[in-house]
T-cell receptor
């Protein structure tokens, strides 16, 4: 079967650093995505990892370990606008086919 | 540049009715996927179309059907609506199979409420 696990909720304060973990068990692996989704809005792309290691993009970084079926999204210098749901998604087949999404982690940033 | 557009944005139906949702992909994108997102959950894959052919189908009943037109736009049809079909229906486009990382570009969604 296909399974993606991530924490349901997390809280943090402005200026802090937060790490959102994701573990996956899928029939195949062709890349892992992180999407951000604000309440009532569409998901927007944050990052993509297909090889092991860390990908950094501004305040956001994403890490992948394929042997462990594990990824994390690291958010630095948190801002109130980072309050959103963060979705971990795996492409189990050839690129361009369906993504399998986790249930999402709702991050609440307080002042 | 226009992103993925979906219509209608909101609609209310009653049990047993039929609904058609529409999606226009980003220009140049040949693949369209449909996802259902129930409140508090991640998107669940329904269908993928590429070059007007169905390329993938998720675990949804036959009441759900879709098609892609020559201009790459797409429709999702749901028959005999149930209360549990109430959800946000997301359309996503991408360049196509094997042509990129597979990054999906989502529309704003169609929020369906079944009473």
């Amino acid at each position: 079967g296909q399974n993606i696990d991530q924490p349901t909720e997390m809280t943090a304060t402005e200026g802090a650093i937060v790490q959102i973990n994701c573990t996956y068990q899928t029939s195949g692996f062709n890349g892992l995505f992180w999407y951000q989704q604000h309440a009532g809005e569409a998901p927007t792309f944050l990052s993509y990892n297909v090889l092991d290691g860390l990908e950094e993009k501004g305040r956001f970084s994403s890490f992948l370990s394929r042997s462990k079926g594990y990824s994390y999204l690291l958010l630095k210098e948190l801002q109130m606008k980072d309050s959103a749901s963060y979705l971990c998604a795996v492409s189990p087949n050839q690129a361009g086919t369906a993504l399998i999404f986790g249930k999402g982690t709702t991050l609440s940033v307080s002042s | 540049d226009a992103g993925v557009t979906q219509s209608p944005t909101h609609l209310i139906k009653t049990r047993g009715q039929h609904v058609t949702l529409r999606c226009s992909p980003i220009s140049g994108h040949k693949s369209v996927s449909w996802y259902q997102q129930v409140l508090g959950q991640g998107p669940q894959f329904i269908f993928q179309y590429y070059e007007k052919e169905e390329r993938g189908r998720g675990n949804f009943p036959d009441r759900f059907s879709a098609r892609q037109f020559p201009n790459y736009s797409s429709e999702l049809n749901v028959n005999a609506l149930l209360l549990g079909d109430s959800a946000l229906y997301l359309c996503a486009s991408s360049l196509g199979r094997g042509q990129d990382t597979g990054e999906l570009f989502f529309g704003e969604g169609s929020r369906l409420t079944v009473l």
